[in-house]
């Protein structure tokens, strides 16, 4: 396996990222939505400080990551496609980019306008982005849960657009993403 993508396949490096980050977000979005059914509580209070702690891990690997694409080779899509099932992949490619960062950032602008620093696992905080605004927070919170719905459906057409390109079209863009 190759360090570094080609233009056939991704290299270790891009498929670390894709596939923990994959993992962490998938978890950060189950773990918001059970938290919104909880009850204000010890349990629920220790969640929302581990959401907030690897919501920030998330932006740090986004930035990490973006870093890597840009000086990495992204692989060729093959020539079956058409240019507007490019367009379209691009373009859902960049959403999913901007979403990793919108989210850990409205989260975290949220947590800063309540007045709750972000303590990133009790080595150091994060400095409040805002000062305390409850009308700001409110609007980060109805910002940030709506970002969740629509990364939540990016994810699934994103996984739905592997699939069939596995499934139907039976080309090689699901399998040169995944692990071996």
Known sequence: MCFKNTLQT???????????????IVALLAV?????????????????????????VVLTLAALRLGWKVLDVSPLLPESIGKMAQLGAKL??????????????TGWLMSS??????AMFGLFTMPNLVE??????????????TLAWVLI???????????L?????????????LPR
């Not at 670390?16 to 962490?24: G, Q, T």
């Not at 859902?92 to 950032?105: D, Q, T, V």
């Not at 305390?132 to 849960?145: N, S, V």
């Open 32 to 56: 918001g939505l059970i938290m919104e059914d909880m009850e204000n509580s010890p349990d629920k209070f220790k969640l929302i400080g581990l959401h907030k702690e690897f919501g920030i």
């Open 113 to 118: 306008a309540a007045g709750f620093p972000v």
């Open 165 to 177: 390109h596995h499934f139907y079209y039976k080309d090689n863009v699901l399998t040169r993403m």
């Open 10 to 24: 991704y290299g270790v490096v891009a498929k670390i990222f894709h596939w923990l980050m994959a993992v962490l």
């Open 132 to 145: 305390p605004d409850k009308e700001f927070r409110h609007d980060m919170g109805e910002l940030h849960e």
């Open 153 to 163: 459906a990016l994810i699934v057409l994103h996984l739905l657009a592997a699939l």
């Open 92 to 105: 859902l490619h960049l959403s999913l980019y901007a979403l990793m960062f919108a989210m850990p950032i």
